[in-house]
């Protein structure tokens, strides 16, 4: 059973950075592209960022330059580096292995204050 693990999130002003990490555990594809997607209560969860195998990244036009998805040494590990953060990044972030049907890990909280 592979399972989705979102930590490094919490409480930061604006203009203040946090690093997010994801690990996927137990037996998985290494070869998977992976994603980072955010949900604020009430609302659809929205894409955030994706990183491929190759090491590519496409990033939603809201974070574009001020976040950085990136691949660990394991495979199945990203980390998403989020710098000048705006309360409007308030959320819960989660990961997700792209094209799979691992299920949505718990994700980890994000606060932005002003």
């Known amino acids: 059973q592979v399972q989705l693990v979102e930590s490094g999130g919490g409480l930061v002003q604006a203009g203040g950075s946090l690093r997010l990490s994801c690990t996927a555990s137990g037996s998985i594809d290494s070869v998977n592209a992976m994603g980072w997607y955010r949900q604020v209560p009430g609302k659809q969860r929205e894409w955030v960022a994706t990183v491929t195998t190759s090491g590519s990244t496409a990033y939603a036009n809201s974070v574009k330059g001020r976040f950085t998805l990136s691949r660990g040494n394991a495979k199945n590990t990203v980390y998403l580096q989020m710098n000048s953060l705006k309360p409007e990044d308030t959320a819960v972030y989660y990961c997700?292995?792209?094209?799979?049907?691992?299920?949505w890990g718990q994700g980890t909280q994000v606060t932005v204050s002003s």
């Open positions: 997700k292995i792209v094209g799979s049907t691992v299920p």
